[in-house]
């Protein structure tokens, strides 16, 4: 079983910088594919990046290619999203997500075992 708590978020303006962090609780992070996903209202649930368990490969969306960069401490049982250049439709709660088998790295919502909370990260124009 793997808990997840992301932080982090808030209220930036458009270029500008945010860093959300998600912790997770459990013995089995380090064997875990890890990945961020984000929701608008009204919007399905998107990916946004991935990490595999040893944090070695990332993919990224298109969208934020260049811009978000997803890292992976196993000694701290913790990921990073450091997101840069911030745009107006990054606006979303952001998600962080575990999956237990770690041979693959998914890029849909249902390839993930576990789901922290979310946290909320608005950017204004």
């Known amino acids: 079983q793997v808990q997840l708590v992301e932080s982090g978020g808030g209220l930036v303006q458009a270029g500008g910088s945010l860093r959300v962090s998600c912790v997770a609780s459990g013995r089995t992070f380090s064997r875990c594919v890890m990945g961020w996903f984000r929701q608008a209202p009204g919007e399905e649930r998107e990916f946004v990046a991935a990490?595999?368990?040893?944090?070695?490969?990332?993919y990224d969306a298109d969208s934020v290619k260049g811009r978000f960069t997803i890292s992976k401490d196993n000694a701290k049982n913790t990921m990073y999203l450091q997101m840069n250049n911030l745009k107006p439709e990054d606006k979303a709660v952001y998600y962080c997500?575990?999956?237990?088998?770690?041979?693959?790295?998914?890029?849909?919502?249902?390839?993930?075992?576990?789901w922290g909370q979310g946290t909320q990260v608005t950017v204004s124009s």
């Open positions: 997500a575990a999956r237990r088998n770690k041979v693959e790295v998914p890029t849909t919502p249902r390839g993930y075992d576990y």
């Open positions: 990490i595999s368990w040893s944090g070695r490969s990332t």
